[in-house]
């Protein structure tokens, strides 16, 4: 039975009615994509590199993080790698960088807009995955990006930094849909990124205007509100197939949250590591196209306890 298990684990996740979805997973370093490849991960759909940058003096040499980042990569043996650029900012301090503090600094300097004050940093770090020299199945993430010109500068200086170390094939190039903004531009920014990766957990904070750390919040801040589930249709609707679409936030692995997601119509599902066979299970058991028949009516609810109160019902109707 346990050997069955595994073995199902390692195969694709195919809906009843016949959707592919990839379950590939999270990880914070080359360690845990070992262990995220022996749980049956179809591939990294978020490696947070800032793991890598935290608890010492002074940020990782471009050859450090080179070798962290191929042993990543060779762990997957083939399977795509979804690396993210440093997501840094002033809730999330680097001592080195000495980053001033921020009155609120959630809405402040933090990822993809860290490269206006530390250009040499995060160029290093497009230099170290160049140098990985795997374009076919490593790709780079950008995280909080706000547009589609904010990730179009940033293409430009992967490409200056690939043209000076001499490489004509880039990795694909892809965006974090965390800020309504994004969501609500998908269409100009599947035109400029390789692919998108939805982070719902400051999706869902930066929606509802509600601190993601905020312990009072928590049971609010939730991502099953339909003002969060519509944002997660129009990146999809706004992609329309030009590009892929993923979830990378804890929704991806959440029991009710990730049929719904497939039905939503996106394309990958990346969750923690240990739960790739359980959320791989959930979608076997999905008619995904008679969730989306539901999704009017779901969308249409006033707040999350409506829609996981619709939800629950309707998979109790379905099982
Ligand atoms: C997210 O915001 O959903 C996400 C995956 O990124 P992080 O949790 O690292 O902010
Ligand atoms: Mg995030």
Known sequence: ?????????????????????????????????????????????????????????????????????????????????????????????????????????????????????????????????????????????????????????????????????????????????EVPSAALGAGGLAAEADFLSIGTNDLTQYTLAMDREAPDLAARADVLHPAVLRLIRATVDGAAGRCPVGVCGAAAGDDLAAPLLAALGVDELSVEPARVPAIKAALRRLDAGALADCLPRLLALGDADAVRAALTAWFATDA
């Open 1 to 177: 039975r346990a050997a069955r298990d595994a073995a199902a684990a390692r195969e694709p996740a195919v809906t009843r009615d016949g959707r592919h979805l990839e379950v590939a997973a999270n990880v914070g370093s080359a360690e845990e994509a070992r262990r995220a490849a022996e749980a049956g991960a179809d591939g990294i759909g978020l490696m947070r590199s800032e793991f890598l940058f935290l608890e010492r003096e002074a940020a990782p040499s471009e050859a450090d993080q080179r070798r962290e980042y191929r042993a990543a990569v060779d762990a997957l043996a083939g399977k795509p790698v979804i690396i993210r650029t440093l997501d840094i900012g002033a809730d999330k301090q680097l001592p080195y960088l000495r980053l001033p503090q921020a009155p609120n600094p959630a809405l402040g300097v933090r990822g993809a807009r860290l490269w206006a004050s530390q250009p040499e940093l995060l160029d290093a770090q497009l230099r170290a995955l160049l140098r990985v020299g795997a374009p076919e199945s490593l790709r780079i993430m950008v995280p909080m990006i706000a547009d589609a010109p904010e990730l179009g500068t940033v293409r430009a200086r992967l490409e200056r930094q690939a043209e000076a170390l001499g490489l004509t094939r880039l990795p694909a190039l892809g965006a974090m849909i």
